[in-house]
């Protein structure tokens, strides 16, 4: 078992531009979110898969982001037009879902600069 | 909701104790502690799913009240590998699952 894995584990980049991360969540989890943290805050969760489908996203998910999980695998979050506001960590985490008592794994995170 | 921490940092010397506690607003069903490390993910420590429910992991236990809507964290004989931030999660709306987390507790142990 080799984790929750992501990737970039960090990025610059210019406002404006578009950005996607990857996460590959443990392989018999079935759930698997997306948070993001900012300094001396807590993750915020952002977005929940279960399987394939996105079954809830926050309010705090702009327009400008979309996930996807195709085949309930991997998943992927695109930031369009990033503004310096998005800067932060993307954490992906998954779990059993209803198989497991709930708890959650964190992959190593995304960090975003946008300039 | 977000839970609500306390205290905000603590500074220790080895050895010493900490409490950290987690307090909410609303009905809790259960609590969820992580503790992360700076420039890392968090790592989950324990999940306390009744109320009363004690457990450990090393020198490291927690409780929840349910009554009292909260959940405390004890780290007993801290070790310099205990330094971190502490967060508690608890469930968010809907059956998804997904955690609201507490603003976080940093903790510092000193030689």
């Known amino acids: 078992d080799t984790g929750v894995s992501q990737d970039p584990r960090h990025k610059i980049t210019k406002r404006g531009q578009n950005v996607t991360f990857r996460c590959d969540p443990i392989?018999?989890?079935?759930?698997l979110y997306w948070y993001r943290q900012t300094l001396g805050q807590g993750p915020e969760f952002l977005t929940y898969f279960q399987n394939e489908a996105q079954l809830e996203k926050s309010r705090l998910l702009s327009d400008r982001f979309s996930a996807e999980r195709p085949k309930g695998s991997f998943s992927t979050l695109e930031i369009q037009r990033t503004e310096q506001g998005d800067s932060a960590m993307y954490l992906c985490a998954s779990s059993l879902g209803a198989r497991g008592r709930g708890e959650q794994y964190f992959g190593p995170g995304t960090r975003l600069t946008v300039t | 909701q977000q839970p609500v921490q306390s205290p905000q940092a603590v500074i220790l010397r080895e050895g010493e104790d900490a409490v950290i506690n987690c307090s909410s607003s609303k009905a809790l069903y259960s609590v969820h502690w992580y503790r992360q490390k700076h420039g890392e993910a968090p790592v989950f420590l324990m999940i306390?799913?009744?109320?009363?429910e004690q457990k450990g992991h090393e020198k490291i236990s927690a409780s929840f009240n349910e009554k009292k809507q909260q959940s405390s964290l004890y780290l007993t004989a801290s070790q310099l590998s205990y330094s971190g931030t502490y967060f508690c999660?608890?469930?968010?709306?809907?059956?998804?699952?997904?955690?609201?987390f507490g603003q976080g507790t940093t903790l510092q142990v000193k030689p």
């Open positions: 999660g608890t469930p968010g709306s809907g059956n998804t699952g997904k955690l609201i």
């Open positions: 392989s018999e989890h079935n759930r």
């Open positions: 306390l799913l009744k109320g009363g």
